[in-house]
């Protein structure tokens, strides 16, 4: 544990308090990609297997249930939950996320630490959530108006990941022999989609403005 790493962890954290309040407070989910939350919820239980198996900390097991649970409960929210359910953006959330699945379960099969369930599983999550923003991010692109918590959500997810390169980048010089190739490419590929993001939410602070991705 380093300071990056908390960082990230309580940014992704956030994200998920944000979009969480988003949706409970006003019920109503629309702006958000219930693919991206698809994604993400598969993301948390393949990657977490050893939840039950191998205790690392009370923090760390705290940090996965935390993560499994609010994934799924966003998800139960916009498919399931009477008033926010009518609000979902069905015609606009049209990215073909099973696509990400395939070619994240292919990666993960052709490269990965070890050959074991777990293993491959874990590479899986890696590749996956590296591309689960593409459907939030094509949907804030076709809505083209952002509401302010949904532009919230969507930066401190892109900053957790910062955090989490930050993280790698210390560990690497200050712990011997510290080399993880799959998450270093995943998450650098995963930062990098979120730059244009980046842009322009930095624009619209600046200017005091709504925020507005092209189309």
């Not at 952002?146 to 560990?171: E, H, K, S």
């Amino acid at each position: 544990m380093n300071i990056f790493r908390f960082a990230g962890d309580m940014t992704h954290l956030f994200s998920v308090i944000v979009l969480l309040l988003k949706i409970y407070a006003t019920k109503s989910c629309s702006g958000v990609s219930l693919k991206t939350q698809e994604l993400y919820a598969l993301v948390f239980v393949t990657r977490y297997l050893d939840l039950f198996t191998d205790f690392i900390s009370v923090y760390n097991t705290f940090m996965k249930i935390v993560f499994i649970l609010s994934s799924l409960a966003i998800v139960w929210y916009m498919r399931k939950h009477t008033l926010v359910r009518r609000t979902y953006d069905k015609e606009l959330d049209t990215f073909r996320h099973y696509i990400l699945v395939v070619v994240s379960f292919v990666l993960a099969l052709l490269f990965h630490d070890r050959l074991t369930t777990k293993e491959v599983f874990w590479a899986f999550s890696i590749y996956l959530e590296a591309v689960a923003i593409l459907p939030q991010l094509v949907l804030l692109q076709r809505s083209g108006n952002v509401d302010n918590l949904t532009g919230q959500y969507c930066l401190f997810l892109g900053a957790y990941r910062a955090f989490y390169v930050l993280n790698w980048i210390y560990r690497y010089f200050t712990e011997g022999h510290y080399f993880r190739l799959i998450p270093w490419i995943a998450g650098l590929v995963q930062t990098a989609l979120y730059a244009d993001f980046f842009y322009y939410y930095f624009l619209s602070w600046k200017n005091n403005a709504k925020l507005q991705l092209p189309a």
